[in-house]
């Protein structure tokens, strides 16, 4: 079976989207296909040729997004000025949005050329790839296909599409834009959007205020997750908050190598506003701009604005009850105390700037590394006071990545395609990051942070 697409989107209000044609592309090339998401779709790989993949043989009239969001701080309203929804799949009772990202211009495109560079795609690939193996929840990537046409960016490159596939691609930013339009769509979108990702708020109980209560804790789970593995998304702007708690938008992400809250790999994060340690911040602060957004619907019952930042009062609380949770499984810990152990180990991880994945690696079977963080006094007894209530071997496994995307290697995987074009050093390290938790010993070199020169000069770029 090839895709079984039914739209849903195309039945609200027409502010809400525009109908596109993607771009006629010459020679699409397959470069990578996620053959795991093509089961999980019902998809039969053999359906999918680089043409159905780059849109040019649809099945419906695909449609661009509109949202708006606050962008670096900034409200701006937007689009999927280079993305386009092909439609909405649905197989065994779930359904997906399939989208192209890179597939030309849009209405939202504005002065954009609704490119997207091969390095860009495969990146994206990449990520989301070891994102889901990491279990968090995420958007999944089907596939990367090449164009004919040259990207001008900070180099040039062959163009490439990317296939993504989410839950939805509605926002945070989407509400925003909804609310922006003087229009009565906010309670019909709301409705449609909890029908959608939130049945479960079935119809007796079923008020905006405990929508907001969902998403906000499908938020919180999200970016708990990104701090266990040291993930920084990079640009947390209201239009990359998805309704659903899935990570997505991975343009200037990384992963942090060296333990320091302030971590910002981003070209264009001059201050730090998307640091690792400002992600939970600025989670409330996007939740707050959500909140707004719900608010012309408080003018009627049941939801009234004060129970709105009710909830939002309890976002420090609900943050941190999730992290420390989190924390201990790291750490092995059982039981819910212990939250001053926590605390002294965060203490050390930031004085000692010791590589973040590996030093839970090293507490679990010491000597595994060579790093002379590990070979302090103060490591050895933080260690035996752990020992003494925690290092429980089951958590900690399954807390604990063996691998994550290392930066220089990301690089140099994709480098050497954009030089030879071969795929071979990306493909080990996916294949490295299927199983980024096994047991099974892929090669020390894939879990070697890079030199700390590399990283403090490394840098990550946006729209590329
Ligand atoms: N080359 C481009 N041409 C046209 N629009 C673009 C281009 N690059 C980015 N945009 C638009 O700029 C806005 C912000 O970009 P952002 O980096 O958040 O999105 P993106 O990486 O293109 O897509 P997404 O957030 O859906 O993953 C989006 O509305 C996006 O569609």
């Known amino acids: 079976m090839g895709f079984s697409f039914d739209t849903t989107y195309k039945q609200l209000d027409s502010t809400l989207y525009s109908r596109v044609t993607p771009e006629s592309i010459a020679n699409p090339e397959t470069l990578i296909l996620n053959d795991g998401l093509c089961a999980d779709l019902g998809v039969d790989t053999a359906k999918l040729d680089s043409e159905v993949l780059a849109g040019q043989d649809r099945l ?18 937007l689009g999927d000025g280079r993305a386009m929804i092909l439609g909405e799949h649905v197989h065994d009772g779930t359904r997906y949005d399939v989208q192209l990202k890179g597939s030309g211009r849009t209405p939202y495109s504005g002065r954009g050329d609704g490119n997207a560079t091969v390095s860009s795609m495969l990146r994206e690939y990449l990520y989301s790839y070891a994102m889901r193996n990491l279990n968090i929840k995420t958007s999944r990537s089907l596939a990367v296909v090449e ?3 040259a990207v001008e960016r900070r180099r040039t490159e062959p163009g490439a599409l990317l296939v993504r596939v989410m839950n939805s691609h509605i926002r945070y930013g989407t509400f925003q834009y909804v609310a922006s339009q003087a229009s009565d769509e906010l309670r019909r979108f709301t409705d449609y959007v909890i029908d959608r990702h939130y049945p479960q708020l079935n119809a007796e109980d079923r008020t905006y205020l405990e929508f907001f209560d969902a ?24 239009d990359n908050m998805s309704i659903d708690g899935e990570t997505f938008d991975y343009g200037p992400c990384a992963f942090m190598n060296y333990y320091d809250e302030g971590t910002v ?53 609900r ?14 810990i059982d039981s819910d105390g212990e939250k001053e152990l926590v605390d002294e180990f965060l203490k050390w991880l930031r004085k000692s700037n010791a590589d973040y994945t590996n030093t839970f690696l090293e507490l679990e079977t010491p000597g595994t590394f060579d790093d002379p963080a590990f070979a302090t006094a103060e490591f050895e007894r933080l260690r035996n006071e752990l020992a003494a209530v925690g290092l429980d071997e089951g958590s900690m496994q399954e807390a604990n990545p063996r691998y994550i995307p290392r930066n220089y290697l990301v690089e140099e995987a994709l480098d050497e395609y954009l030089e030879t074009g071969d795929l071979s050093k990306f493909e080990r390290l996916l294949a490295v990051l299927e199983n980024p938790y096994t047991s099974k010993d892929m090669g020390s070199q894939f879990q070697q942070p890079p030199p700390r020169e590399f990283d403090a000069e490394y840098t990550t770029y946006c729209n590329t």
């Open 60 to 77: 419906e009239e695909p449609i661009a997004q509109a949202y708006a969001g606050h962008q670096y701080g900034r409200f701006t309203v």
């Open 215 to 238: 998403v906000m804790q499908s938020s919180i789970e999200m970016v708990v997750d990104w701090l266990r593995v040291g993930f920084i998304h990079g640009v947390m702007n209201t």
């Open 265 to 317: 790999f981003s070209s264009i994060d001059k201050h730090g506003r998307y640091a690792f340690g400002n992600q939970r911040p600025i989670l409330r602060w996007n939740l707050e701009r959500f909140a707004e957004a719900l608010q012309p619907l408080c003018t009627q019952s049941p939801l009234t604005y004060d129970e709105l930042e009710g909830k939002l009062d309890e976002f420090e609380d």
């Open 147 to 149: 164009t004919d046409d």
């Open 319 to 332: 943050f941190d009850a999730q992290y420390y949770t989190m924390m201990r499984r790291k750490l092995g």
